[in-house]
């Protein structure tokens, strides 16, 4: 598996709105990608701005190709993205994931 990791800033209003376009936008097209095995939006506040953190999971550098295209570096920010956020990257880091630790049963 794969973890794609992109970072971006955002005031808390436009981290707000980012929250509404990954959850309304990116992950219903995530969802329909085949090789998408999950996705992560993480933040935290810092000063008077918020990080923002996307992490997706993939099966394989052929299945994030067809979400991203042949440019697999390249971050996908879509321009309703852009304008909730105050900075972003522009590529994106590619992880082989070594061990991932489902949660224990019965925790929730």
């Not at 990791?5 to 005031?11: D, E, G, R, S």
């Not at 997706?56 to 956020?85: C, H, M, N, R, Y």
């Amino acid at each position: 598996m794969i973890a794609r990791i992109w970072h971006a800033t955002a005031t808390p209003t436009g981290a707000e709105v980012y929250q509404r376009h990954f959850s309304n936008a990116v992950l219903p097209e995530l969802q329909g990608v085949h090789g998408h095995r999950g996705a992560y939006l993480l933040q935290r506040a810092a000063g008077d701005h918020i990080e923002l953190q996307v992490v997706t999971l993939w099966e394989s550098l052929e299945a994030i190709k067809g979400f991203a295209g042949e440019s697999i570096d390249t971050a996908v920010v879509e321009p309703d993205a852009q304008a909730a956020l105050l900075t972003y990257g522009t590529t994106v880091s590619h992880h082989d994931v070594i061990i991932a630790a489902p949660e224990p049963p019965g925790v929730h």
